[in-house]
């Protein structure tokens, strides 16, 4: 019998680049799983049982939108859900899921968080600002008419609106939509097919979950916008190799839009 190799005990020290991509195996999930079990998870349960049922037990005012501090509550908790929802389905069905996304060695992870941080403040500048503006005056060109892309939060947004809003852009979305739209998305199309065609639908699609309520051409122009930042952040998973740097740079993004929106108030 060949001797085992010894414990390696510098594993916390794997660069999370591109020797983690080789540590990554393909996922197993088809694409088809991936859309299903969001749809069974974050729409019927999440949304439609435990919303539901919170609304009615608590009367909240869906038409509040994110100025209603319980409908900023009501968004985080379907968001946890279809988090822990999508965990558990893939814990039963597919158990090596978190190797498959890439977790870094405890030691790496904060070292993944900053880095995906940075790449996300740069991602900030070059798609909501940048592109945001060509795009802006394109949409204007072709329409023309003045476009403007919606706020994504109420402008009469109370004290307890604001601690909730914060705690849903910077903490919970970044985490929920990383995981659906990049590491089970993404990734089922992209060990698939490769890396254009996994950006291109998974970002199609994170960009029409961006849908505001909002006359049609600002609505599309905000969700073009998200299309953009979905490839980006699809270039960050594949660049760095690890859904915690997208989670990371997802963070820093969504930090910086609510500073400039709560600042403009």
Request: with cysteine.
């Amino acid at each position: 019998m060949m001797p085992q190799p010894p414990p390696r005990p510098d594993l916390d020290d794997i660069p999370f680049g591109a020797s983690s991509k080789e540590l990554r195996p393909a996922v197993t999930w088809s694409v088809w799983e991936a859309v299903l079990a969001y749809v069974v998870v974050g729409i019927v349960v999440a949304q439609a049982l435990v919303a539901g049922v919170l609304v009615a037990a608590f009367g909240i005012d869906l038409t509040a939108g994110a100025a209603d501090g319980s409908a900023v509550a009501l968004t985080i908790v379907v968001d946890l859900v279809t988090a822990a929802g999508l965990a558990w389905w893939l814990q039963r069905r597919h158990p090596g899921w978190l190797q498959q996304l890439w977790i870094p060695p405890a030691g790496a992870r904060f070292r993944a968080l900053a880095t995906g941080y940075g790449f996300g403040l740069a991602l900030y500048v070059v798609v909501a600002l940048i592109v945001g503006a060509v795009l802006t005056l394109l949409f204007r060109a072709v329409f023309g008419e003045d476009v403007t892309a919606p706020e994504q939060l109420s402008t009469n947004l109370s004290a307890l609106g604001k601690v909730g809003a914060a705690v849903l852009a910077i903490v919970v979305a970044p985490v929920t939509e990383e995981f659906f739209f990049r590491g089970m998305l993404f990734r089922s199309v992209r060990d698939r097919w490769g890396f254009w065609a996994g950006a291109i639908v998974s970002s199609l699609i994170f960009g029409l979950a961006h849908y505001v309520a909002s006359p049609w051409r600002d609505a599309l122009l905000l969700q073009t916008v998200m299309v953009f930042t979905g490839i980006g952040l699809c270039w960050i998973y594949e660049r760095r190799g690890t859904i915690v740097a997208n989670i990371g740079a997802h963070m820093a993004f969504n930090t910086i839009g609510l500073l400039l929106i709560l600042a403009s108030r």
